[in-house]
């Protein structure tokens, strides 16, 4: 049975900082594509990042410099952390690990961004 798991959501002041975890089970974490989507109030579900089995990483463009991906395969866990949070980065965001054939999902994880 696949699991993936995210943790590390909360409200935040604008200007703060989260690190989401998403710990994956029941796949061989090594071999896929993991990446972070999030879905605001009202709007569709956007990529935020993601990052590939060689570590390679894209961005949305209005998150570079300020969003970084990472991946621990010994901890089947990938992490974004988020650096100088705005209110329009309120949303539910998503743990996602992708291969040929096969595309899983977290439950989400709530990040808030208000004073």
């Known amino acids: 049975q696949v699991q993936l798991v995210e943790s590390g959501g909360g409200l935040v002041q604008p200007g703060g900082s989260l690190r989401l975890s998403c710990a994956g089970s029941?796949?061989?974490?090594?071999?896929?594509?993991m990446g972070w989507y999030r879905q605001a109030p009202g709007k569709q579900r956007e990529l935020a990042a993601f990052i590939t089995s060689r570590g390679s990483t894209n961005y949305a463009d209005s998150l570079k410099g300020r969003f970084t991906i990472s991946r621990d395969n010994a901890k089947n866990t990938v992490y974004l952390q988020m650096d100088s949070l705005r209110a329009e980065d309120t949303a539910v965001y998503y743990c996602?690990?992708?291969?040929?054939?096969?595309?899983?999902w977290g439950q989400g994880t709530q990040v808030t961004v208000s004073s």
């Open positions: 996602n690990a992708r291969a040929v054939g096969f595309d899983f």
């Open positions: 029941g796949i061989i974490f090594g071999g896929y594509t």
